[in-house]
């Protein structure tokens, strides 16, 4: 699977958009990019995946660059519950049974 | 989305004792799980992936003998955590898939050897 980078560290201000960016530079063109947040002493959860074009639920939106090699997790009204550590993970497509490989994630701070 | 849980949510333990941490897929059925470890401060890191039905697949520097997976039924997976030793407290956590895009992992274990 594809290596990716992420800040180790971010703030938000409570109610603003929080930008997570992410460098998958190296990503190969059957990747998902995937994003799973872990709240402290919690399981991870899973947040939004894209192959190649935006995505939007109810959690979040994923902006994915053109050329594939970075994206953006937005959590459109950041909130306190929001404060978590947050993982950008690329990976095959298809099936649940295949393993998510963990970087060290950016740690995001939502300030009242 | 789906929902996996895992027993117990904490455990104390005297070293040398063994530990069962049970996971299971409430409301789909998991061909595959996956057993994590994560240190304080640290990333999770996988150490074995379990298919039900056959023997688990452990990762480079993960001992077998002592970590025991056991995936009987679709719906459960367990590790036991022999001859626990202080070294082994951590926060387990377990993960399954079942031909989704998603992974759903578990709320965790922490187990502290004492």
């Known amino acids: 699977d594809a290596k990716t980078t992420q800040p180790p560290s971010m703030d938000c201000a409570e109610g603003r958009a929080a930008n997570l960016p992410c460098n998958h530079s190296?990503?190969?063109?059957?990747?998902?990019v995937y994003w799973y947040r872990q709240i402290h002493s919690q399981g991870p959860q899973y947040i939004i995946h894209g192959l190649k074009n935006n995505e939007t639920n109810e959690m979040a939106s994923l902006i994915i660059t053109e050329d594939r090699k970075s994206s953006t997790l937005i959590l459109p009204h950041a909130t306190l519950r929001d404060t978590a550590v947050y993982y950008c993970i690329v990976r095959v497509s298809g099936a649940g049974s295949y393993q998510l490989t963990f970087g060290k994630g950016t740690k995001l701070s939502v300030i009242p | 989305g789906a929902v996996v849980s895992q027993h117990p949510s904490r455990v104390i333990c005297k070293s040398g004792t063994s530990v069962k941490i049970e996971c299971r897929s409430l409301d789909f059925q998991a061909t595959t799980m996956f057993w994590y470890r994560q240190f304080p401060k640290k990333s999770l890191m996988l150490m074995a992936t379990?298919?039900?039905?056959?023997?688990?697949?452990?990762e480079q520097g993960v001992e077998k003998d002592k970590f025991l997976i056991n995936h009987a039924s679709l719906t459960l997976s367990t590790l036991t955590v022999t001859s626990a030793h202080p070294e082994d407290s951590s926060f387990y956590i377990c993960?399954?898939?079942?031909?989704?895009?998603?992974?759903?992992f578990g709320p965790g274990t922490r187990l502290t050897v004492l």
């Open positions: 190296t990503i190969s063109g059957n990747e998902y």
């Open positions: 379990s298919n039900e039905g056959s023997k688990a697949t452990y």
């Open positions: 993960s399954a898939g079942q031909g989704l895009n998603e992974q759903f």
